[in-house]
């Protein structure tokens, strides 16, 4: 026989979700909440020691962009390097300041977009 002595936060997550999958919330076996985080490093090059992809930045998940930011952070790397091959301190100091304002974008609209979601405030960019 199952337990029925559902704490009211449990039923009520499993009135949002609903079905099967409503009732593995309601049991508690899973647990709907994550931590958000949230990144955007002023530098990403010291030298010639990196920081790509999330430890460079990281997007809230709800930007669904942390995968395209690490492509991003890659495929331009490579080509600053072919760029300037002979002289990689030069590719990496060209290829950083567009990478640093790309992780901070992303991290400006993961939380506006929290924001919104959360506490209904509208972006600053859209209109009254």
């Not at 930007?63 to 690490?70: E, G, V, Y």
């Not at 072919?82 to 990689?88: A, G, I, Q, V, Y």
Request: proline share 8%.
């Amino acid at each position: 026989m199952p337990d029925l002595n559902i704490p009211p936060q449990s039923a009520r997550r499993a009135l949002v979700i609903g079905g099967s999958l409503g009732g593995l919330f309601a049991g508690n076996l899973l647990q709907p909440e994550q931590a958000i985080r949230d990144l955007a490093m002023a530098r990403m090059v010291d030298r010639r020691v990196l920081l790509l992809g999330d430890a460079a930045a990281i997007p809230r998940p709800h930007t669904a962009a942390s995968t395209s930011k690490a492509a991003s952070n890659a495929l331009t790397l490579v080509r600053a390097l072919e760029r300037f091959p002979n002289d990689p301190d030069k590719a990496l100091a060209r290829w950083e300041a567009p990478q640093v304002a790309l992780g901070r974008s992303l991290y400006d609209h993961g939380r506006e977009i929290g924001d919104h979601l959360l506490f209904h405030r509208r972006p600053a960019h859209c209109a009254s």
